[in-house]
């Protein structure tokens, strides 16, 4: 089976780096032929077939790579973006699987786009599934946390890791990871910084977008700019608690990171996540969305030694069980597609 995807940036975010694992796990797991057109080549795998360099500021130039490069796929998949869903569509007219997730939702807005854009399948990302079963033509599968990479240091690995890092080994340590923008929080991170800034307690800052500059001159934050994703594991293990200040989420992979690293998750996010983490398992620990609300929180929670250890056991627990190995959803996947190359 040759398989297509178009996926323009491939580092950043948690549905990147999902779409990263999957798009380098077929090339480097599975026989079936792979062509990749991005802006970020560097990060494919060396197993891909063919690997395409696009600039979406030329829309030309894309459409003439899907055209050259897609059009015999058996398959094509855009994990990201409903924008670059249209650029295939438009040079592609095989079977076609979007991703749910950042520019593809499953409002009514945007099921009334997946009709106009004819996608055949739909692939979203739900953790709290045990079986992932292909349900007419949408697929559930999990996220891909490598617990070979995140998983919980030793003491003696945890202050070595602040060592690097240069943070004191001392003192409470909050971690922000991910994009630097409203939705996400970041704001509402620098305003906390500013107010409520102890000697005790080092917040770090690893990530990037439009409230990078701002993060980069507050005195009160020690700024990382991006941290590849491979690196993630030492800040996690150097941090007393992660935070992710989002105004609504489905499950996070920051959070899923974090706690796998063993350090507890604070959001203020509504949504799906609400149900899954909350209700059910309370692996997360929810604050209100302002910056004393998210201060007292942490502050309370550090304070709490049983309350504590408990996010931690519970969040261990909680990654242990759940199927979010590769291969299982590299297995999700390939059944999606082979069912619609094969109809």
Known sequence: MRIGYFCYNLSGTGPRVRAQDIINGFAARTDHDVV???????????????????????????????????TDCDVVHVPINVYQVAFVRAGYRGPLVAGIGPGLQSDRRHRLLLRMLDIDARIKTFERQFELPINGLTATVTGTIDTASFYPYTPEECVAARERLEIPTDDRVLLYVGELNEPQGARLVDSMADRFTRPDTTIVVAGGGPLADRMAVNEHIQFEGFVPNKQLPTYYNAADVTLGPRRNDVTSNVGLESIACGAPFITTATGTIRSLFLYEEDIYCWADRTPDGVWRTAQSLLDDEAAYEGYVRRGLEAIAKRPLTLERALSVHEELYTTLATQ
């Open 36 to 70: 990749v057109l991005t802006s970020e080549p560097g990060l494919v795998d060396d197993g891909a077939d063919i690997v395409v360099e696009v600039d979406i500021r030329n829309p030309v130039s894309v459409f003439r790579s899907v055209r050259r490069y897609l």
